[in-house]
């Protein structure tokens, strides 16, 4: 494909922060220049500048380590990722237990950088480094009859001192349309700054849907079900007056206990003011056809 230029980057291939930021320009003016339809240049090439390292990766929510901001940083350094390996199964041709270095050896990593917006109306600009949730799935081989992709998180008590605590239903589960889940804008992010994914963001590889709210971006995911019924949620589980199926992000449709209009950016400073959210965050052009003829004040 046309907008595959790097490969397999990994800790050895760390991108300082300035350096990055040159990179992309080159990277930005390629897409463009490769002719990707009428669009140019595409979503994940536009010209965003990214929050820093410290950003991303000491504000986080990953409940299973604490829900304060800090406490994922804190405490999942003792979370252990490596061995890991991914169970692909229900309606596909080659379930089975994949494992992790294997698929990163199959697969082609690319630098996305994408918006991200938490529900909870803060985001931020992270550029991950990851593959096509759709490439993942092919080496499974998808059937005909699947309709829907489930997602789980690794549930290791002894590792996470949050599941102690009822908040959700654990193991975390997230879930997408099989057309979401196919969509090139969906990734499986195993980096960030062309370093090896932090723990607390979800390590060894957690999901990317940028135009969904952050809480469909399941983290450290150990199960990927393919099945032809609609999967339950874990926030739609714990609240599903207030956490929809879809959670795609629209200005228009409130939160019941606040607006969803405008974004508080992280890192923007204390006194910064409030930006206004976008349509799909910003990725109408791209998936707004996924929901043609819906009514996304229901499917929410
Ligand atoms: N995945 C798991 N397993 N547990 C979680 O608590 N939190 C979600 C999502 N994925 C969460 C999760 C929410 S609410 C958000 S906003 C993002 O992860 C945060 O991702 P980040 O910490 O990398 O910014």
């Known amino acids: 494909m046309a907008h595959r230029w790097t490969n397999t980057l990994r800790d050895k291939d760390v991108t300082p922060e300035a350096a990055f930021l040159n990179r992309r320009q080159l990277i930005a003016g390629a897409a463009a220049g490769v002719g990707l339809g009428l669009g140019g240049a595409p979503a994940w090439a536009e010209a965003l500048t990214p929050n820093s390292w410290e950003d991303i990766t000491r504000y986080n929510n990953y409940y299973e380590f604490g829900t304060d901001k800090g406490d994922p940083a804190r405490n999942a350094r003792i979370l252990t990722v490596s061995p890991w390996s991914v169970t692909i199964d229900g309606l596909v041709d080659r379930p089975g237990a994949y494992d992790f270095d294997e698929i990163m050896a199959k697969m082609t990593i690319e630098e996305r950088l994408y918006r991200f917006r938490c529900v909870e109306a803060w985001s931020m600009v992270v550029p991950w480094n ?37 908040v959700l239903d654990w193991p975390y589960v997230e879930g997408l349309r099989l057309d979401e889940a196919l969509h090139p804008l969906t990734i499986m992010a195993t980096g960030i700054y062309g370093r090896d994914i932090p723990n607390q963001n979800g390590a060894p590889l957690r999901l990317v849907v940028p135009w969904k709210y952050g809480f469909k971006s399941i983290k450290s995911v150990v199960r990927i079900t393919l099945t032809d019924k609609e999967p339950p949620t874990s926030w739609n589980k714990a609240n599903p007056r207030e956490y929809g199926f879809y959670s795609n992000v629209n200005p228009e449709v409130n939160h019941p206990r606040w607006s969803q209009a405008t974004e508080r950016q992280i890192g ?26 819906m009514d996304l004040k229901k499917n929410f």
Request: aromatic share 12%.
């Open 130 to 166: 990851g593959f096509e949730l759709a490439d993942l799935l092919d080496l499974a081989g998808v059937q005909s009859a699947a309709k829907y992709v489930a997602f789980e998180t690794v549930l290791r008590p002894d590792e996470m001192p949050g599941v102690r605590y009822p």
């Open 268 to 293: 923007g400073g204390l006194f910064s003011a409030r930006v206004p959210t976008l349509m799909f965050n910003g990725y109408a052009e791209e998936v707004a056809g996924l929901y043609a003829g």
